[in-house]
């Protein structure tokens, strides 16, 4: 009975979605203007569900997507977040062609097989290899050695590569192909990781097994502990996002691309995502700046009927008529979010925009008449903000939070001794240079005239691997869906209650008045 007492005083304060927003309706709120009220519970965080689908064919395991940006999402990206359980959408600020075959490198991955492993040249020079051990600050010593055609010719151990050889030539120090360990991927088989787990219980003191074809060309390399890191990860809570062929997941980014006449070139778009569906993937996201648009609701019109079945994203709206409108040409999922972005500066260039839990409300009561997904995309720096959004939206869409992380594209530069990834927006004008202008609605040779640029070039701290920010961020959402009573992220959508924070309660949820040692990461 406990359980239950007062509880029309706390109704009364605590309101659910359905009273709290029309009752804020004058004022555009956003993550940090509001909190969630606790409720009684018997879910502990660990037993949470945190499965979503997005369309019929398109469930994930977790309710996050990175961002089609290119400084966020590449092949490597989207390997890590489909092993997560979440999804990865490839940019479009490259070639058609090579936007292809990244999504095939996704679609592709054998997970624990290091595809395209670094690999050494005969004459090269022990010395070499150390300085491209320094340089490229790698954390292994242990390289195959091939010809240049691809032949494998041995392994250089690490046991070699050491300064006191670094005259000596890779050819006299390397491990001779008779004696390496090698496996054809056809004798890899449908498990691949159990295949070699096999390999390496049976052979003791081998700790590299290198993947070879029928002529002896290398094809990748399984290490023991990449293997063993997989089979503990096997018992995981949340599994990689596969289809129904057992491949990762993989989206792509699409744009309303326009001819030379300022018309939508229909055949175009059409053999572009025809080459996307080719190549496996399971989602394609319409992305624009203004997606309650023709040229955004044209394009999907003409995906949604060559391609039936096919799941689409589309966006970015704010509005109820930009969700029914997108619905209504086709869209399964609808992405939400004008300006909340950590690069954004549209709502200042332009001037509009909705702080986005406004927005998401008023999207997801359209997008549920409509039967379609939300996601809420840009704004989120920490977990408790996606326990908010996924009280309203299906899942996320985050950029800045995986900008900093390993398998995000580009190098690591140092600056005062700390360690930082360029993040920019695709709204940015060297973004925008590169290919992303069609998004804001400007040509690309636009961007050289007069174009305001609706994004910042930016610098994100490294921050590690994707596993470890997605288990803080999962973390963090279970403990929310813990304190709601939520097992599942339906029932966190139908039991949340708002209430609004004061400036000072903001200041309150911040740790303060201490000195801080270590942050909560
Ligand atoms: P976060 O906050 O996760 O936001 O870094 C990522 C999202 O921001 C959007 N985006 C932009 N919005 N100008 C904008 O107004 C830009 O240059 C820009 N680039 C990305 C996009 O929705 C992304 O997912």
Known sequence: MAATRNSQLDDN????????????QKIGLTFDDITLATLYSEILPRNTQLDTRLADSLQLNIPAISADMDTVTESRMAIAMALNGGLGLIHYNMPEREQLSQVSRVKYHVQGL??????????????????????????????????????????????????????????EALTPRKQVHTITKKELGKDPIARADKFFTEHLGIHKLLVVDEDDNLHGLITMSDVERITLERKAQFKPARDAQFRLVCGAAVSATRNAFGELDRERILTHVGGLVERGVDVVAVSTAHGHSKGVGDTVKVLRDAFPKLPIIAGNVTSAAGVDYLADCGANAIKVGQGPGSICTTRI????????????????????????????????TKSGDIVKALTLAQGVICGGIFAGCTEAPGDVVEISGKMYKHYRGMGSMAAMKAGSAARYGHEKADATRKVAAE?????????GSVD??????????????????????????????????????QREAAPHDVVELKTGS
């Open 114 to 171: 290091i595809q395209d492993p670094i690999k050494i040249a005969p004459d090269q020079l022990i010395g070499d290899v150390l300085k491209l051990i320094e340089e490229k600050r790698f954390g292994f010593s242990t390289f195959p050695v091939v010809d240049e055609k691809g032949k494998l010719l041995g392994l250089l151990s690490g046991h070699v590569v050491k300064p006191r050889y670094a005259a000596k030539k890779v050819i």
């Open 455 to 463: 994004g910042i070039e930016a610098l994100k701290e490294v921050c």
């Open 468 to 505: 470890r920010v997605l288990a803080q961020l999962i973390g963090g959402i279970q403990s929310g869906m813990g304190y709601l009573g939520a097992a599942n992220l339906e029932q966190l959508r139908a039991k949340a209650r708002y209430i609004r924070v004061s400036p000072a309660g």
């Open 13 to 24: 304060f605590y309101q659910a979605a359905d009273a709290f927003f029309p009752a804020n």
């Open 349 to 380: 260039v332009a001037g509009v925009g909705i702080p986005q839990m406004t927005a998401l409300y008023i999207c997801s009561r359209a997008a549920a008449k409509k039967k379609v997904s939300i996601l809420a995309d840009g704004g989120i």
